[in-house]
């Protein structure tokens, strides 16, 4: 059974772009959740998308956002770049709509320059 | 603001001895609890889960929820090298919204 997939696994970007991050989920899980890793914060939670609802969104500014697909695949977008951005983006993938084990992909390292 | 606290670290322990690592947690509220380990520049792995109070086992690893005294821990027994990681605690609330803490590095000393 494939693991949950990021794409791409790095990126270089400068202040000001946009990026746009893909995660497919493990086949069969519906929740997809979006964390921010860096060494100062620790993990952070960005938003949590379920039936391509949003559900539940953290404490980020509104540059971040994301969606997801029928298929349960995801995406999140980051606009005007700022160096701050950069970190570990790390996807989880869940099963159902409850509380469950979150299993997480390889995760998008983004550099802002 | 619901936290999560652990000790960072570093915590070492000799192979072959018991590491115990804790995690407490502000949100009365929370229902679920994991233990994910992390190796350097590597995605977190879950470990452990844990939902009700009392001890779960799972091999070399014991988790201990206590939601009174809102405490979680885990245990490794024999610890190995290979263990030598991050270990992070995360709590669930609603939906799959998960709170982390910032992680107690662990290091087994051959």
């Known amino acids: 059974k494939a693991g949950v997939t990021q794409t791409p696994r790095y990126l270089i970007k400068t202040r000001g772009q946009q990026v746009t991050l893909s995660c497919s989920p493990i086949s069969g899980h519906r929740s997809v959740s979006w964390y921010q890793q860096t060494p100062g914060q620790g993990l952070q939670f960005l938003f949590e998308?379920?039936?391509?609802?949003?559900?539940n969104k953290g404490n980020f500014p509104g540059r971040f956002s994301g969606r997801q697909f029928s298929n349960s695949r995801s995406e999140m977008n980051v606009s005007t770049l700022e160096l701050g951005d950069s970190a570990l983006y790390l996807c989880?993938?869940?099963?159902?709509?409850?509380?469950?084990?979150?299993?997480f992909g390889q995760g998008t390292r983004l550099t802002v320059v | 603001q619901k936290e999560v606290e652990q000790n960072s670290g570093p915590l070492s322990v000799p192979e072959g001895a018991i590491a115990s690592l804790n995690c407490t947690y502000s949100d009365r509220g929370s229902q679920s609890f994991f233990w994910y380990r992390q190796y350097s520049g590597k995605s977190p792995e879950l470990i452990m889960s844990i939902y009700s109070n009392g001890d779960k086992e799972d091999g070399r690893f014991t988790a201990q929820l206590n939601k009174a005294s809102q405490y979680v821990s885990l245990l490794i027994r024999d610890s190995q090298p290979s263990d030598s990681a991050t270990y992070l605690c995360a709590v669930g609330n609603t939906g799959n919204q998960f709170y982390f803490g910032t992680g107690t590095s662990l290091t087994v000393i051959p």
């Open positions: 989880a993938s869940s099963s159902s709509g409850g509380i469950t084990e979150a299993f």
């Open positions: 998308y379920f039936s391509e609802t949003q559900r």
